[in-house]
C-alpha cells in the first residue's frame, strides 16, 4: 500500500464523544501532518509533528507518532458537528520535493 | 492569514482543449505544489517546483502537464490536450520551506472535460 494509510475509511460518531483515526506508512519521515478537507473544499492543515515528538497537542486535537511502528493517530476530543469532514494524513521525507498523502477518514459527526 | 488563491474555482473545457489553472501562492513562500484529487479518491501529487525549476513530478505529470511562474506572484499549471479522466480538483499550495512545516493549500479548482 502506499504512504500514509488511514484506517478507518469512515467513522460516525455522536456529538459530544472523541473520534480516533490512525495512519501507517511506510518509509522515514521527517514529519507527519493531518489535515482536514470539508466536503468539496481546499485541504486545511491541523498539526504537523515531528520525527523526534511523540505526542503534540492543539486545542481539542492530539496526536502521537509512533515512528518504531510508522504510524500515528489523531484524537478529536468532545467532536462537534462542525468537525465532520475528511481527515488525511501526509507524510514527508528530509530532503524530499513532496509530501504524500493516505487515502483519509470521513468522519461524520451526528448531532 | 495568508492565503493561496486560486483561479477559476470550477472550468468546464471540451475533451482535447488547453487549460491553464492558475494558482497566487503566498509572498515569501518559496516552493510551490500541484496536487490533484479526483471525486472520492486520494490527494495525488503531481509537481513540485523550486527556484524556477521542477524539482519532483510524479508519474501523472506527464508530457501533457507543464508548470510556469511567468511572474514573481503566479504559478500555473497547463494541461495540454485534456483528457475525460483529467477531471478532478486540483490544488495548488506553497511552503516556506519544502515540508518542513507543512504547506497551505489554495481551495482548489475543479476541472471538469466533456
Known amino acids: 500500500s502506499q504512504q500514509g494509510e488511514e484506517d478507518p475509511q469512515a467513522l460516525s460518531i455522536q456529538e459530544g464523544e472523541n473520534a480516533t483515526m490512525n495512519c501507517s506508512y511506510k518509509t522515514s519521515i521527517n514529519n507527519l501532518q493531518w489535515y482536514r478537507q470539508n466536503s468539496g473544499r481546499g485541504l486545511v492543515h491541523l498539526i504537523l509533528?515531528?520525527?523526534?515528538?511523540r505526542e503534540k497537542h492543539s486545542g481539542r486535537l492530539r496526536v502521537t507518532l509512533d515512528t518504531s511502528k510508522k504510524s500515528s493517530s489523531l484524537l478529536i476530543t468532545a467532536s462537534r458537528a462542525a468537525d465532520t469532514a475528511s481527515y488525511f494524513c501526509?507524510?514527508?521525507?528530509?530532503?524530499?520535493?513532496?509530501?504524500?498523502f493516505g487515502a483519509g477518514t470521513r468522519l461524520f459527526v451526528k448531532a | 492569514e495568508p492565503e493561496v488563491t486560486q483561479t477559476p474555482s470550477h472550468q468546464v473545457t471540451q475533451m482535447g482543449q488547453e487549460v491553464i489553472l492558475r494558482c497566487v501562492p503566498i509572498?515569501?513562500?518559496?516552493?510551490f505544489y500541484w496536487y490533484r484529487q479526483i471525486l472520492g479518491q486520494k490527494v495525488e501529487f503531481l509537481v513540485s517546483f523550486y527556484n524556477n525549476e521542477i524539482s519532483e513530478k510524479s508519474e501523472i505529470f506527464d508530457d501533457q502537464f507543464s508548470v510556469e511562474r511567468p511572474d514573481g506572484s503566479n504559478f500555473t499549471l497547463k494541461i495540454r490536450s485534456t483528457k475525460l479522466e483529467d477531471s478532478a480538483m486540483y490544488f495548488c499550495a506553497s511552503s516556506e520551506a519544502g515540508g518542513y512545516y507543512g504547506y497551505t493549500f489554495g481551495s482548489g479548482t475543479r476541472l471538469t472535460v466533456v
Open positions: 509533528i515531528r520525527s523526534n515528538e
Open positions: 509572498s515569501n513562500h518559496l516552493y
Open positions: 501526509a507524510t514527508w521525507a528530509t530532503g524530499g520535493f513532496k509530501t504524500i
